[in-house]
């Protein structure tokens, strides 16, 4: 009886290896819809590479920095099926271990929400705390 739990106890670290190390080498990669921003996340959602073409360097900052958040939210959502992908050959038929790893994936890496696109702002003249007026142009000075 203690050399078969011995044996469990010997199978279940292996599978614990195994996983870990699969889990590991799993990254996903989504690219922006035009393919000037490239972003490669780990298998805890961080991000371990960002690419940015020349295109994506002509882009307005605030439009840039929305298709980086845009690209790493929905590799990070992918992270669920990708994991659940690997780990099935380990994993096999146990579902409730397969479930609470990938329950815990959606519900730290939801679908993102849909951008609306972003506009920049133009300045108006009243846009600042002198409304408009120019005091070092002014012959009265201040």
Known sequence: MMRQWNEQI??????????????????????SSDGSVSVTVDQNGVVS???LTDAALRKQPAQ??????TA??????????RM???????????SETMDALIGGYHERFPEP????????RSPRPDDDDFGGHNFARDDKGW
């Open 49 to 51: 590479a960002l690419d």
């Open 113 to 120: 929400e849909p951008e609306e696109p972003v506009r920049e």
């Open 84 to 94: 659940q992908e690997v780990m099935a050959p380990i994993i096999g038929g146990d």
């Open 72 to 81: 790493m939210r929905t590799a990070q959502a992918q992270i669920a099926a």
């Open 10 to 31: 010997q199978a279940k670290l292996k599978q614990a290896d195994e996983m870990k190390q699969v889990a590991n080498a799993v990254k996903v990669t989504q690219r």
């Open 64 to 69: 840039l920095s929305s298709e980086i958040l």
